[in-house]
């Protein structure tokens, strides 16, 4: 199926649910990654995002994004959803912008944020003193943003010219946020899971950690630090045999 049939078919899909499984006004929120995390790091396509964005705004629902793993400067951006110019009402952060210590945060407008009583948001960790001083320090890191599309290219360079000598099925991804999605033949398509539940057990054992992903676990995800050096990274990316 080409792109624009595949998006308007899942535009279909979602005007037809909002028919026949709830009516719009009962729905309350609509959440969505604009990369897609552990499904393989798919990065919601602009269209989509927008037909999503003017459902939301016919029906009142709120409109989510989920920047935990995509957030943080992670694809060059501060949020992932920024790519396609689509404002959410809502923000939802973690994970990096911590820098490794437990935080996450809720942005958005201020009649949905001001909404519930004083009070009546808390959390086990919230207000850490020194996880909200590595968020600030996060934040302020010079140009921490900029190193994404350097992560990118290094992860290309590495992998596009191995298209002829392993079954790749993809490589995709925004800035420092790649996968590499193996199969068992470029003609059918067929997710190589044995090849991943191989590959990231061996390369821990020669310094390099990796996770998989995708639907199929069938995919290899690139996630270093966004200020790794490129030549760390250019180790990484060709682990000898």
């Not at 943080?72 to 973690?94: C, F, N, Q, W």
């Not at 899971?193 to 995800?221: D, F, K, T």
């Amino acid at each position: 199926m080409e792109a624009d049939a595949w998006i308007d078919w899942c535009c279909w899909n979602l005007d037809n649910a909002l028919v026949a499984q709830i009516d719009g006004s009962a729905l309350a929120c609509i959440v969505i990654e604009p990369v897609m995390g552990e499904g393989g790091f798919l990065p919601a396509p602009t269209d989509f995002l927008r037909a999503l964005r003017q459902v939301c705004d016919e029906h009142g629902i709120v409109f989510i994004a989920d920047e935990i793993q995509s957030g943080s400067g992670r694809t060059g951006k501060m949020y992932a959803i920024e790519h396609s110019g689509v404002v959410p009402d809502l923000v939802i952060t973690a994970k990096s912008i911590g820098g490794g210590l437990p935080i996450s945060g809720v942005t958005g407008r201020a009649e949905i944020m001001d909404a519930p009583t004083v009070g009546g948001l808390g959390g086990t960790y919230a207000g850490n003193p020194l996880a909200c001083a590595a968020g600030l320090a996060v934040l302020d890191e010079p140009g921490f943003m900029d190193h994404a599309q350097t992560v990118e290219r290094v992860v290309r360079e590495a992998w596009e010219p191995l298209r002829g000598e392993l079954p790749i099925g993809d490589i995709r991804g925004i800035g420092a946020m790649m996968v590499v999605k193996f199969v068992k033949d470029t003609e059918s398509k067929e997710p190589w899971l044995e090849v991943i539940a191989n590959a990231v057990p061996l390369a821990v054992q020669r310094g390099v950690l990796l996770i998989g992903a995708g639907l199929y676990s069938n995919c290899i995800r690139f996630l270093p630090a966004l200020d790794i050096p490129e030549d760390m990274l250019r180790e990484a990316e060709v682990v000898p045999a």
